[in-house]
């Protein structure tokens, strides 16, 4: 199988851009794509959250340690690798979804690509900027938010949860002129509580809570998410955002900040 290139993940997980129909087909099958940009939005995320952390120099000479350690390889007394792979798995918690991940094992070619992959995001974040202003401006940029190409389909008010108060947003399913399906929200609050994960994480439940699918990570306050293929919208009608510590568990953390069902506008 012939997984999607480092920079189209990359522009996935951190622009509002919609994936065309054969990237769409090949997420909808392939976990290893998705969880790559699912992975890629959470440290898009966090380094959003991270804004106002204050950065110190480090003391002299530690470049030239770090850089003598990366020229001289692994101190002799490690092994360059694990001998044994990894497995990770998630619990779920709303409804006991889970969000299983595949088997790893550390060093090898999926590990090589993931650092390839944090680069080019690292690329595409900074050229983004960019580039999106040029396409706003131009119309150049199709599937961006608040273009013309798309079609409102329902619509939800997002309610505070208990322990949110002020919090709220809105929450929009849209269909471009190709029928491919975006949720777009918008949060107002939802920041700042003590205590509480940095991440926001935006997920599709069923009316009665028992089922739920993650579709990515807020960025800000405002998101467009490409719904998966083939997913029955009117199965999963409620929309949840959720703070989620950056602790690499893909389950629902509990602690949602708003909820809304969608509706006919």
Request: charged share 25%.
């Amino acid at each position: 199988m012939k997984h999607v290139d480092d920079e189209t993940l990359a522009m996935l997980a951190v622009s509002g851009v919609v994936a065309d129909d054969a990237v769409t087909e090949h997420l909808a099958a392939c976990a290893r794509c998705r969880d790559e940009v699912a992975d890629l939005q959470r440290v898009a995320a966090v380094t959003r959250s991270s804004s106002h952390v204050r950065l110190d120099a480090a003391p002299e000479g530690v470049w030239d340690r770090i850089a003598a350690e990366v020229r001289d390889g692994p101190p002799r007394d490690l092994p360059a690798e694990s001998p044994a792979p990894v497995a990770v798995s998630g619990v779920g918690r709303p409804g006991g979804t889970t969000r299983p991940r595949g088997r790893v094992t550390p060093g090898g070619p999926r590990v090589h690509r993931r650092r390839r992959i944090l680069l080019t995001v690292a690329a595409v974040v900074g050229a983004f900027a960019i580039v999106l202003g040029i396409g706003v401006a131009t119309g150049a940029l199709p599937g961006l938010p608040g273009s013309a190409s798309e079609t409102v389909l329902a619509r939800a008010e997002l309610d505070a949860l208990p322990g949110w108060s002020g919090a709220g947003g809105t929450a929009e399913l849209e269909r471009d002129r190709d029928g491919r399906l975006s949720l777009v929200v918008d949060l107002r609050g939802g920041t700042g509580r003590t205590g509480t994960g940095a991440l926001r994480e935006v997920w599709m439940m069923r009316s009665d809570l028992d089922g739920l699918v993650s579709v990515g990570f807020l960025d800000g306050d405002r998101g467009r998410f490409t719904v998966p293929s083939g997913m029955d919208t009117a199965r999963f009608p409620v929309v949840d955002v959720s703070a989620e510590a950056d602790d690499g568990d893909p389950a629902h953390s509990g602690d949602s900040i708003v909820r809304g069902r969608l509706a006919r506008p």
